[in-house]
Every structure is written in C-alpha cells, then in structure tokens.
Nanobody, 115 residues
Framework: QVQLVESGGGLVQAGGSLRLSCAAS????????MGWYRQAPGKKRELVALITSSDSTNYADSVKGRFTISKDNAKNTVYLQMNSLKPEDTAVYYCNVMGNARGYWGQGTQVTVSS
C-alpha cells in the first residue's frame, strides 16, 4: 500500500516563505512525475507545480518565479519551496505522485497567508 505524508503547511504573513514536503512510502516504483496541487474554498483543484522523472518542471503562471519544486529520488520525497507568498496562495495543498501506472494523493496540508 502506498502512502503519501505531507508536512510543512501553516500560517504565514504575506511575503513570507514555507516549504512543503511529501514523502511516499510503500511499494511504489516507476515514478513518472511528482507534483503539488491546491484547492481554495469554492474553487477547483489546480496544478501548482510538477517535476518529472527526468527533472523537467512545470509551474502554474501564478507561482512562476516564487515557487520551486524539487525532489529527492532516494527518499521518494518531493518538496515545494514557496517564497513571496500572497494571500491568494491560501489553499489546501495536495501532493500527487504518478507511479505504478496510477496516481496517488496525499491528505492535504493547509497553507494560510495573511495580509
């Protein structure tokens, strides 16, 4: 059974930084991509950042230049460094891992940015 455990969310003032982590455990192999999504109240879940097995990255336009995604293959862990946070970044952030020919989701971690 595969589990994704997220950490690093919290409350921060606008302009501040947070680092999210997501560790995958269990029988997961052939990871194609790892990514972060977010969902704000009343809105659809949206892609924030994605990193592939070949280290290609993709970012939502709204976070380009502020967020950085990275991964540690040995630990099956993906990170999201979030700088210059804005109130509109407030959302529940979900980790997603594409492996074993399917996608897995984390439980979500709340990020709240106060103005």
């Amino acid at each position: 059974q595969v589990q994704l455990v997220e950490s690093g969310g919290g409350l921060v003032q606008a302009g501040g930084s947070l680092r999210l982590s997501c560790a995958a455990s269990g029988s997961i192999f052939s990871i194609i991509a790892m990514g972060w999504y977010r969902q704000a109240p009343g809105k659809k879940r949206e892609l924030v950042a994605l990193i592939t097995s070949s280290d290609s990255t993709n970012y939502a336009d709204s976070v380009k230049g502020r967020f950085t995604i990275s991964k540690d293959n040995a630990k099956n862990t993906v990170y999201l460094q979030m700088n210059s946070l804005k109130p509109e970044d407030t959302a529940v952030y979900y980790c997603n891992v594409m492996g074993n020919a399917r996608g897995y989701w984390g439980q979500g971690t709340q990020v709240t940015v106060s103005s």
